[in-house]
């Protein structure tokens, strides 16, 4: 009879809810479907009758949202989702220890839906409720809860760091690391997991903000448990290597060039097991690896295995983009980066080559990609124009350097420190090239521009910044003496020796030529203008930089050299300094330099030292 029927409604519906995960389980959906549905209405007959059922419906909607999500209907998977939720949130209000843990695992399968359908912004509503769900329940239950929590706080930090909320991002890491901690000493399954993901997390955040002594520890630790764990695990496996990734990167940061290589060799071992039998989901990432490999060399001036590094990055991106066009404009970057390792290297005509193919390849996508596009072919056209400077063609990358300028100042400029740097280096050396074309009238306003907004730059990041300005400095000065300013020449001089002296240690080796430039320059004008104890003094420092680089500097440098120190000679000379002046003069280094250069030199130690 009709209260019998009742009776055994519950069970009907739980034994219809299982046949439809069984169908589920064997891809059978529409037989799921309709079993999910027969579920659902004897769900809703038994609420009528009970609100005690209310849980049992919310289970029922669930799985009918997880059938629709594997069948990738997010908008039908999303409304059970919904349902479930309305449902479980009413029975938490009145009985929170009932609804509260079902609540929370529905919220974390709404936002892995929205996650999988790159609906990141969506996520964390239900991630956020369910975070404070998961706070609540560990303070009462720690070995049930606290494993629940740290991955909960993990799947948090992913939509964080999308947005590059580091702040955020790192006070969450912290909570989440010390919850993975709690839940490993419960033994809860899948808490060694959750450690690993929140350090990598935590050093990955320290590393994006600077923090690299901090951050270097935790990446290690996340190194070592993902390489115990990815004995048994694939994704622990592709975890290790995106840990290596980032620790190669930090040494990178902190000139440990030579560790960072190790690393990277490491993370490219893994990759190509893993891309074996997933090419699609792995060559991408040992795409990116190998260019992160070749800029590595590149540190080191090892231009062959740079090379080589980044053209197995090109020939990986090539194949990609075969069937999958996206990856064109990584094979175009790629390309660009390897013609700036060939420019280095000194081989211009392979230089030339790939950079062609590259702006070739911007030049299609152009008219349809975004302002990144177009700025990766702005850069592609400078490497373009340094080539034909270098190789002495002086109209080509004039043309180059333009169509650059023009592109960078049609995008969209959102002020950032980036774009700024990329516009200064157009500038500058599309002066250097009218420089050449002693185009010194329509070189001054590029070189003004450059100057103003490399002095932004240095003004915020002075350690990063100051050479790029004193080298502006040096070449706007030099472009002031070709028109006849010399009290301009002179104070633009004045700023690059400035600029030069903030240059940060590491970088003042590498930067000694055009250091010591900016000085010698400086003093001779100096020297012109009678102030000799200020040329004494700038002749020094630039002495002392030139020195040690002077056997191998070019002739154009030692010609600058010599005649520098003749002038400082008589500058000492005239502050009553006879004897060293001579003896600078006598006991200077054999320099190449021209004929004109050391004809001058022997007539001022004939002067000096009679």
């Known amino acids: 009879d009709l209260c019998q029927g009742w009776r055994w409604l519950p069970n009907v519906g739980a034994a219809v809810a299982n046949l439809g995960i069984a169908y589920a389980n064997l891809g059978r959906f529409k037989d799921a479907e309709v079993a999910s549905d027969e579920a659902i209405s004897v769900g809703r007959k038994l609420v009528q009758q009970s609100p005690e059922y209310r849980v049992d419906l919310a289970f029922e909607l669930s799985n009918r949202g997880s059938l629709y999500r594997r069948a990738g209907l997010t908008k039908q998977a999303t409304t059970a989702y919904q349902e479930s939720i309305a449902l479980l949130r009413a029975v938490a209000r009145t009985k929170p220890a009932i609804g509260e843990p079902s609540l929370a695992g529905v919220l974390t399968n709404l936002a892995s839906l929205w996650t999988e359908a790159n609906l990141d912004s969506r996520a964390e509503q239900p991630l956020t409720e369910c975070l404070a769900i998961y706070k609540r329940l560990a303070v009462s239950d720690p070995p049930h809860y606290l494993e629940k929590l740290a991955f909960t706080l993990n799947r948090l930090i992913v939509i964080k760091g999308l947005r590059n909320n580091h702040t955020l991002v790192i006070e969450l890491s912290r909570q989440s690391v010390t919850a993975a901690r709690g839940a490993i000493t419960y033994d809860a399954k899948g808490a060694q997991t959750d450690l690993a993901e929140a350090l990598l997390h935590l050093g990955a955040a320290y590393f994006d903000t600077g923090r690299l002594k901090e951050s270097e520890p935790i990446l290690v630790e996340a190194y070592m448990i993902f390489r115990e764990l990815s004995q048994t695990s694939e994704e622990a496996t592709e975890a290790s290597a995106m840990t290596l990734g980032t620790l190669g990167l930090l040494y990178r940061a902190t000139k440990r060039p030579e560790e960072a290589i190790v690393q990277f060799h490491e993370r490219i071992s893994i990759l190509e097991k893993l891309s074996t039998t997933k090419p699609n989901k792995y060559l991408a990432l040992l795409a990116e690896a190998q260019r992160d490999l070749a800029t590595s060399f590149e540190a080191l001036q090892m231009y062959k295995a740079a090379a080589e590094a980044m053209g197995a990055s090109v020939a990986l991106y090539q194949r990609l983009s075969v069937s999958q066009p996206k990856y064109l404009t990584s094979l175009a970057s790629a390309l660009k980066e390897l013609s700036e390792i060939y420019i280095d290297g000194g081989e211009l005509l392979k230089a030339e080559a790939v950079s062609a193919a590259s702006i070739q390849i911007l030049r299609k996508l152009q008219p349809t990609s975004d302002s990144k596009v177009r700025e990766e072919l702005a850069t592609a056209l400078y490497d373009g124009g340094l080539i034909q400077r270098k190789a002495g063609r002086t109209g080509p990358a004039e043309a180059m350097y333009r169509e650059s300028l023009t592109i960078l100042r049609g995008c969209q400029s ?181 004929d004109q250069a050391m004809s001058f030199a022997a007539k001022v130690r004939q002067q000096v030292c009679k």
């Open 414 to 594: 959102d002020g950032s420190e980036g774009r700024l740097f990329q516009l200064s280096k157009v500038l500058n050396n599309l002066g250097n090239v009218l420089r050449d074309l002693n185009r010194m009238k329509e070189a001054e306003p590029i070189m003004v521009e450059a100057l103003a907004i490399r002095r932004r730059l240095a003004s915020q990041s002075p350690g990063k910044y100051a050479a790029h300005l004193g080298r502006t400095a040096n070449n706007l000065a030099a472009v002031y003496a070709d028109l006849g300013r010399k009290d301009a020449a002179r104070h633009m001089l004045g700023e690059a020796v400035a600029a030069y002296g903030k240059v940060a240690q590491d970088d003042a080796l590498a930067l000694a030529a055009e250091r010591a430039q900016a000085y010698l320059s400086f003093g001779v004008f100096l020297y012109d203008e009678q102030r000799f104890e200020e040329a004494n003094s700038a002749f020094k420092s630039g002495a002392d930089i030139a020195r040690p680089i002077i056997m191998t500097a070019s002739r154009q440098f030692g010609d600058l050299f010599v005649t520098s120190m003749a002038e400082w000679a008589l500058s000492m000379a005239n502050t009553g300094n006879v004897s060293s002046g001579c003896r600078l003069l006598t006991e200077a280094p054999q320099v190449v330099a021209s």
